[in-house]
């Protein structure tokens, strides 16, 4: 009984108490707070300078980002999708030429870019396994990048599972198109 009492009192006293409604006190040294003020102002200066200049500047900035966004899509067309056989996630040896051009434009024309591979399953097995068999495959394609010389920072892997088809037919043809990793590149 005393335990109840005891345990029911100490219950009512955390409930009762909250949070401290106080803020907390941040000592800021002086000459981060004097250095910030200078970047603020020097902020301030180029968005003016910028603001005064924006027919010649604002121009050449959207043609920049135009241009960096078609170059990103016309190298995406130079990467090959690479396929996988039923619930495996190994790469076929016809599938290797394809990794090695792959890997020589990462590393030439696309180096600025990071590399995204989009694991992708065909509609068999539940959606668990599906998204765990599409994330080796990424997986494999990764080391053998890496094994091609494209560094491994630039890579990042998902996978879709079943969940990303590029042909929804009932054959065999079909769900061996779905069986795949894809490339994208991202800035």
Same mark, same amino acid.
């Given at each position: 009984?005393?335990?109840?009492?005891?345990s029911?009192?100490?219950?009512?006293?955390?409930?009762?108490?909250?949070?401290?409604?106080?803020?907390?006190?941040?000592?800021?040294?002086?000459?981060?707070?004097?250095?910030?003020?200078?970047?603020?102002?020097?902020?301030?200066?180029?968005?003016?300078?910028s603001?005064?200049?924006?027919?010649?500047l604002?121009?050449?900035?959207?043609?920049?980002?135009?241009?960096?966004?078609?170059?990103?899509?016309?190298?995406?067309?130079?990467?090959?999708?690479?396929?996988f056989?039923?619930?495996?996630?190994n790469?076929?040896?016809?599938?290797?030429?394809?990794?090695?051009?792959?890997?020589?434009?990462?590393?030439?024309? =696309? #180096?600025a870019? +990071?590399?995204?591979l989009? $694991?992708?399953?065909?509609?068999?097995? *539940? !959606?668990?396994?599906?998204?765990a068999l599409?994330?080796?495959?990424?997986?494999?394609?990764?080391?053998?990048?890496?094994?091609?010389?494209?560094? =491994? #920072?630039?890579i +990042?892997?998902?996978?879709? $599972?079943?969940?990303?088809?590029?042909? *929804? !037919?009932?054959?065999?043809?079909?769900w061996?198109?779905?069986r795949?990793?894809?490339?994208?590149?991202?800035?």
């Amino acid at each position: 009984m005393k335990s109840i009492i005891l345990s029911s009192a100490t219950i009512a006293l955390l409930v009762f108490s909250g949070c401290s409604s106080k803020e907390p006190i941040v000592d800021e040294p002086t000459a981060q707070n004097s250095s910030s003020k200078v970047q603020e102002v020097k902020a301030v200066e180029t968005e003016t300078v910028s603001t005064e200049d924006s027919s010649v500047l604002g121009e050449n900035a959207t043609s920049k980002s135009d241009t960096n966004e078609m170059n990103m899509a016309e190298l995406e067309k130079e990467l090959s999708t690479v396929y996988f056989d039923f619930d495996k996630f190994n790469i076929r040896p016809d599938m290797q030429d394809k990794i090695s051009n792959d890997a020589t434009v990462a590393n030439g024309v =696309a #180096n600025a870019f +990071t590399v995204k591979l989009e $694991g992708n399953c065909d509609e068999w097995g *539940s !959606d668990e396994y599906n998204f765990a068999l599409g994330l080796k495959r990424a997986s494999s394609v990764k080391k053998a990048l890496v094994s091609e010389g494209v560094d =491994a #920072n630039r890579i +990042t892997m998902v996978s879709y $599972g079943e969940s990303n088809p590029v042909c *929804s !037919d009932k054959t065999k043809e079909c769900w061996s198109r779905n069986r795949r990793v894809d490339f994208k590149l991202l800035p």
